[in-house]
């Protein structure tokens, strides 16, 4: 995948860096950076797009984000609404040279080599783990020097000894950095969200990144590992998940608001990606909703 190169600030107080994104929406364009993230969900709901996958996220919500591996961050519809309900995530960075050169391969990280590798497919942490990092996490705000140097290797560690998690991509990815092919894949990306609940001809997103239908369907394909219709029907399929948890809302509603036209090839899509229906996934949310 070929998304936005992006360049963060450097800070003198600290080897690493703590950032507080906080505003209407979060950042919502492709891009990628050479130093690992660790970002905490404390308010916004959306979709989570990483590498090549896509996952819903929402408050709570506990992910780390290999180097180099394209992502964004894509908030739903109403918090691009005058009366956004606001984001906000406390994310640590860090970049394998943050403690000198040689640090993470001193003996002792072992482990923790093996975790940012792991990161290279995403990771996202799940059940207690992931409420004992969002707490942690956010407590760095309130720490300095050495203390939260220390709180910081304390989190590499509980990360390391975590088997309470889900990788997102089957295989590592990172980007290749061609910041035209950047720009080009992200108004696809774009295009597709603002989109999807609708008919989408291949030649509309062809002509989106300029190119003929076969020369697209080659390109998507090179860089994103999938095609375009496969791509498009898991964005679908998660903006499903989102409406499932209402229940006011039919199923056959819901899928041909997220851009089906037909309500058995929905549930075959669904219950593939799922592995469940969506009857049972609106079971199973409702049941763990009401505890």
Known sequence: ?????????????????????????????LHYHPEWQLTAIDRGKGMLFLGNSFTRFEEGSVFLVGSNVPHLLKNDGEYFEPESPGVRATS??????????????????????TL????????????????VLKTRIESC?????????????????????SDNFQFLNEKSFQAVKAEKDGQRLDRVFQYSFQHYSRNI????????????????????????????????????????CKLLTDPNQSIAQICYAVGFNNLSHFNRKFKKLKGVTPSQFRKAFSEVRTG
């Open 141 to 161: 705000l309130e720490l300095k020097g050495i203390d939260l140097f220390q709180e910081f290797l304390s989190i590499l560690s509980v990360l390391c000894k």
């Open 92 to 113: 640590i960075f860090f970049h394998r040279r943050s403690f000198g050169e040689g640090f993470f391969d001193l003996p002792e990280m072992k482990e923790i080599n």
């Open 116 to 131: 940012l590798k792991d990161a290279e497919r995403g990771l996202w942490f799940l059940g207690v783990d992931r409420k």
């Open 1 to 29: 995948m070929k998304p936005l190169p992006f360049k963060l600030p450097k800070t003198e107080a600290s080897s690493f860096r703590l950032q507080v994104d906080e505003g209407t929406h979060f950042y919502d364009r």
């Open 201 to 240: 001809e291949l030649s509309e997103v062809a002509a989106i990144a300029n190119f003929s239908v076969s020369q697209f369907c080659r390109y998507f394909k090179l860089h994103t590992r999938k095609t375009y219709f496969e791509y498009l029907t898991e964005l679908r399929i998660e903006a499903a």
